[in-house]
């Protein structure tokens, strides 16, 4: 039985989560196309990996693997935002929503991450970690191969203007991107 998100409240939530409605159009293709591997790579407070945990159990539990990569440190672009007990209570979001069975935290940075993957393994990988220009074209050609064909790529803040995203993200995909709301940038892999 799913509990329901309305748990994430105070210094649980994430308020950068502005994007459930994508991982809800996402989460649907664990039907149209039998996806069932998935990555987030930047957890924060657990909020948007639980959501797609959420949104993906809705429709099933065969065979599905949600993974999440954080290193629960500051860096360049999110000391700010980073208490001392970030790993804690993205913990304990998970546990509250009963899905620490299911969501996979591989605790390292994307680029270690991205070492333990054979290439083609993922259907779907979101890319909303260090916004460093530098750390956003590395994230981008560690785990573009990690795609298989049919799968996407894609990632936040698109649209911010004091990060790397949209450099790193014109220089290698130019036009073949989609952009949607909320600075989401989104590419298909063929
Ligand atoms: C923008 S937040 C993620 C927000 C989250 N997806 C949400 O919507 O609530 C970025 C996260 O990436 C993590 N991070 C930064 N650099 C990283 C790296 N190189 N590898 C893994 N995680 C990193 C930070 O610790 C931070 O928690």
Sequence with gaps: MLKEM???TGEYKGEWFNYPWYYNEIALNVI???WRKFIELGTWRGHSICHLCFEIKKHTDDNIEIYTVDTFKPTSTSASCTPSNLKDICYKNIQRMGMENTIKVLECTSHE????FEDGYFDFVFIDADHAYERIKEDINDWLPKVKKGGIISGHDYAGEVNGVKKAVDEKFGNNKILKNVGIWEVAVK
């Design 32 to 34: 149209t196309k039998k």
């Design 6 to 8: 309305s748990g994430f």
């Design 113 to 116: 991450a991205s070492l333990k």
